[in-house]
């Protein structure tokens, strides 16, 4: 498949823990980057590779990756974290960026 | 820190032609680990990535606008550009540019532009 797969929406309990994933055949290749989009804002990156952050990006955000899913772990969420999540990654043959259709977070 | 800015239309016709262009500042568009992005973002809909340029000319497009889809980098004036052509309805979008790290098999959308609005419609 040439698409990238999101659960169009999750939820989670404030302080608890969430987990978004991101499933496509780019994803044995190549690692996905995450992007979280706030109504009315553009989006910002908060995780990359492995499990890279940016500069800025908090601790509470982390990534892996296993055969063709890849995750985003909100450990301990605040009510700042809810917002659009977005993968991105290539596909599988490598010349080419693929969106995610975006997970709504809501915390509650 | 690097800044990108869009400009261009907010009106266009259909099957007229879209151009529009990214500024980026306090950095240069020539570094070799980057490449530079248009996404953009139908009303109310997810993201949408259109294509990318190397400083060095390359570029890669999506497939489902590659037909359509032109990037080209202006160096001496530290921008890059998309046009669009043919230009339905369906094209009405915000569009946003961004800087694209490359390191081998990882890769981000570290930098992004506020985005500009474009409406196809007569």
């Known amino acids: 498949s040439s698409e990238l797969t999101q659960d169009p929406a999750v939820s989670v309990a404030l302080g608890q823990t969430v987990r978004i994933t991101c499933q496509g055949d780019?994803?044995?290749?190549?690692?996905a980057s995450w992007y979280q989009q706030r109504p009315g804002q553009a989006p910002i990156l908060v995780l990359y590779g492995r499990n890279d952050r940016p500069s800025g990006i908090p601790g509470r955000f982390s990534g892996s990756s296993s055969g063709d899913t890849a995750s985003l772990t909100i450990t301990g969420a605040q009510a700042a974290d809810e917002a659009e999540y977005y993968c991105c990654s290539r596909d599988s043959i490598g010349n080419r960026w693929l969106f995610g259709g975006g997970t709504k977070l809501t915390v509650l | 820190q690097l800044q990108l800015q869009e400009s261009g239309p907010r009106l266009v016709k259909p099957s007229e032609t879209l151009s529009l262009t990214c500024t980026v500042s306090d950095g240069s568009i020539s570094r070799s680990t980057y490449l530079w992005a248009w996404v953009r973002q139908s009303p109310g809909k997810g993201l949408e990535w259109i294509g990318n340029?190397?400083?060095?000319?390359?570029?890669y497009y999506n497939p489902s606008l590659r037909s359509r889809v032109s990037i080209l980098t202006d160096t001496a004036k530290n921008q890059f550009s998309l046009k669009l052509t043919s230009l339905t309805a369906a094209d009405t979008a915000l569009y946003y540019c961004?800087?694209?790290?490359?390191?081998?098999?990882?890769?981000?959308?570290?930098?992004w532009g506020q985005g500009t609005m474009v409406t196809v419609s007569s």
């Open positions: 961004a800087r694209h790290e490359i390191l081998g098999a990882t890769d981000g959308l570290d930098m």
């Open positions: 780019g994803l044995r290749s190549y690692f």
């Open positions: 340029i190397y400083n060095t000319g390359i570029t």
